[in-house]
């Protein structure tokens, strides 16, 4: 799975580019069946915003969005933001219909 970098109104380094990266294989091995990811970087109003997104199977997106004081920071608060919804998404129950109990 090849991420999408993106940056808005700002150069990020090659090291943060790299980053970006890690992070996101990371998260996507925490999720089940990743799908497509993708990094933000932006400038809002002088403050580094970092949007990360993780498309897992079955339509659903989580979306984690942090500022800091760099765009370093802003990544790895995004990526405890992101690593919690993985972690209760996996958590949750699935309805999970079987035919055969579906047979009159």
Wanted: glycine share 4%.
């Amino acid at each position: 799975m090849d991420p999408a970098i993106t940056a808005r109104h700002c150069d990020i380094t090659d090291a943060l580019r790299d980053r970006a990266t890690t992070v996101l294989e990371r998260l996507g091995q925490l999720a089940e069946r990743p799908m497509e990811t993708a990094v933000t970087f932006d400038v809002d109003a002088g403050r580094p915003v970092v949007e990360l997104r993780l498309h897992v199977a079955r339509g659903e997106v989580m979306v984690a969005s942090a500022d800091g004081a760099d765009h370093r920071s802003a990544l790895d608060r995004a990526e405890e933001k992101l690593r919690k919804q993985i972690e209760r998404a996996a958590g949750r129950a699935r309805d999970v219909r079987h035919t055969s109990e579906l047979k009159v």
